[in-house]
């Protein structure tokens, strides 16, 4: 099955004799990629081809877990196509990568495209391909798949079956590298924790079909991504491997990856409420942009369940003279602004209120501040009290705690979603949350004590993507 989906995907009244949906019922993220219906989860086979980004995420249907298909070219506005892999003789598509084969190594293209290839887990049955000759539109399997298969495939065990391929190109030894979750042991361990079990395998192939084992590294889960980054204001570049919450820095030598640092969290929201990770890159402009999973948002009575993130640019940034990981929106969503309201300086007084902003549940705010001894912030998104002291937010029952004091932060609140931005992103913390009916405009209060001083305040309002 293939194609695109007829133009009201995203435009139009709400047909009612179809159920087509409007994209704008009331929990209807604005500004987050959601499915026009149905559930999705983890972000998969993320390529850039000829100006276009490529969004692959997994999707429920009938016959179990398939690939959902969507494009775009400025990471905002998407469509969405019809499915891209279907299960297949009852082994469903899980995620995985997608490639761009430039050399075509894997002798798949037949046209004038460079053939894109699609790696992925074939639930129960091993690692699979499937590859493409029209820029992803339309998708073919290998007729000799599974092209990788390992000892605890077949069972279907979460914490014991390899999942999850993250394939890239080694200029150096002229080799595809393949990064794979995999558990050693042939049992599950009780009382261990599922990424304790298990960790990131390397294997080699020159055409993407015959796949040599190079090495293991424990400690890992789901969902690996290994990439390079610059340093800021350095002359270096650092290898980061991440699984679906964690990551760490370390060295590449196309062999093995060695970490240099301990596991850290990608983020300190509500527990794994951000997960299954995943990057664009080899984009014109040098970056890496990350797309993940929301996890675990209740939507009801909508026609869609699940979002993923606001697509992130990576930096990795020495604080105190370590690497740390640091992500902020792109840049690209300046192209949604609407209503803004900008201030340069505003002193807070304890019991003072000073509200900013507009009646709307999609906006991006962005503050600098400082803090006297003992006060704390308190203001309100989306109904979640949010309270920053200068060591600290606080988010109900989940914190954050940058390196260094709490100087400025970035607020992406989205109908059903607020993602936190802490010191220009060295930590950042993501919520799903069921808005209230009434939304009031953004109230900053002082408590316990001594004044604030606000810088730069910006509140933006967001408008529809969808439009």
């Given at each position: ?11 139009g ?24 219906t ?10 850039y ?12 249907t009938?016959?179990?877990?398939a690939?959902?298909h969507a ?17 297949q ?13 430039w050399?075509n ?7 004038e ?28 399997r ?6 990788l298969?390992l ?8 914490p ?13 030894r ?10 050693l ?8 924790a ?20 190079l090495s293991?590294?424990?400690?890992f ?9 610059p ?6 570049r ?24 301990a596991?850290?969290?990608l ?7 951000l ?21 675990g ?11 993923l ?12 003279d370590?690497l ?8 690209e ?11 340069n300086?505003m002193r807070?007084e ?53 390196i260094e ?5 970035r ?6 979603s ?13 919520f799903?949350v ?11 209060r ?13 509140w ?8």
């Open positions: 099955m293939s194609g695109t989906l007829p133009a009201w995907s995203f435009a009244e709400f047909d009612r004799t179809t159920d087509m949906p409007r994209f704008d019922e009331p929990l209807r993220p604005q500004f987050h990629f959601t499915s026009q149905g559930y999705i989860n983890d972000p998969n086979g993320l390529f081809l000829d100006g276009v980004y490529h969004l692959f995420f997994q999707r429920r009938d016959s179990g877990k690939w959902g494009t775009s070219t400025d990471l905002v506005r998407w469509t969405q196509h019809d499915n891209a892999i279907w299960p003789d009852g082994f469903q598509a899980y995620s995985g990568c997608a490639v761009v084969d050399q190594t894997s002798g798949f293209q037949t046209g495209h460079p053939v894109v290839v699609a790696v992925f887990t074939s639930w129960g049955q091993g690692q699979s391909l499937a590859y493409s000759n029209d820029r992803g539109e339309t998708w073919t290998y007729e000799g798949n599974p092209v298969r000892p605890n495939d077949a069972l279907k065990s979460y014991l079956s390899a999942r999850d391929p993250h394939v890239m190109w080694d200029a150096g002229r080799r595809w590298a393949m990064v794979l979750y995999e558990n042991g042939s049992e599950v361990r009780e009382g261990v599922r990424d304790e079990q298990g960790g990131f395998s390397l294997f080699e192939s020159a055409d993407l079909k015959a796949w040599t084992r293991h590294v424990p400690g889960y789901v969902c690996p991504d290994v990439f390079e980054l340093v800021e204001g350095e002359d270096a650092v290898w980061v491997a991440m699984d679906w919450e964690k990551y760490a820095v370390g060295r590449f030598d196309s062999t093995t990856f060695t970490p240099t640092t596991m850290r969290p983020d300190f929201g509500r527990p794994q409420a997960s299954a990770n995943q990057t664009w890159k080899h984009l014109p402009d040098g970056r890496v942009v990350q797309i993940c999973w929301i996890r948002g209740k939507y009801p009575g909508m026609p869609f369940d699940q979002q993130s606001f697509p992130t640019e990576l930096t990795l940034r020495r604080i105190n370590d740390r990981l640091c992500k902020q929106p792109v840049a969503i300046a192209s949604l602004y609407g209503v803004v309201h900008e201030h300086v807070v304890p019991n003072q209120a000073v509200r900013i902003g507009g009646h709307t549940q999609s906006y991006d705010l962005e503050f600098e501040l400082e803090l006297e001894p003992g006060a704390v912030v308190n203001f309100v998104v989306l109904g979640q009290s949010i309270a920053v002291s200068s060591d600290a937010v606080a988010v109900g029952d989940q914190t954050g705690r940058p004091p709490v100087r400025q932060m607020v992406l609140a989205d109908r059903t607020i993602e936190i931005y802490i010191n220009e992103g060295e930590t950042t913390m993501t799903t069921l808005p209230p009916d009434e939304t009031a405009e953004v109230a900053f002082v408590d316990g004590g001594g004044t604030i001083e606000l810088k730069r305040v910006a933006r309002e967001v408008g529809s993507a969808w439009e």
